[in-house]
């Protein structure tokens, strides 16, 4: 066993990404993580920890901070499609979450 070890390192953890998700400044309203707190999912009867935060918790900051290009409401304001509430499955327009990470950086 004497081969060096090879520099393996994959390139997208040298990108990086960012440290703190921008998401978790707000409350998750899916799993109730604090804000700072990372979102957690339920494993048999532990708490595991989840890498990326819920879709909900995306769609709350996203509303939060972000002006929506698609349907122009302001921050704090939900999506809408010509005044009808956007479906649960999909609350915020795709656009308004680039928009949120845009914010952020
Ligand atoms: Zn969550
Ligand atoms: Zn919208």
Redesign the pocket.
Known sequence: MTQPRQATMPAALRQGRPPRHPALGVR?P??A?APDTR??TRAGRTRVQ?LD??P??LAAHATAVAVCPTCQVTPGTPCHDDGIQRPDSSPVHHRRYQEAQEDAA
């Open positions: 998750c899916h799993c993580a979102c957690t989840r935060p819920c909900a918790r």
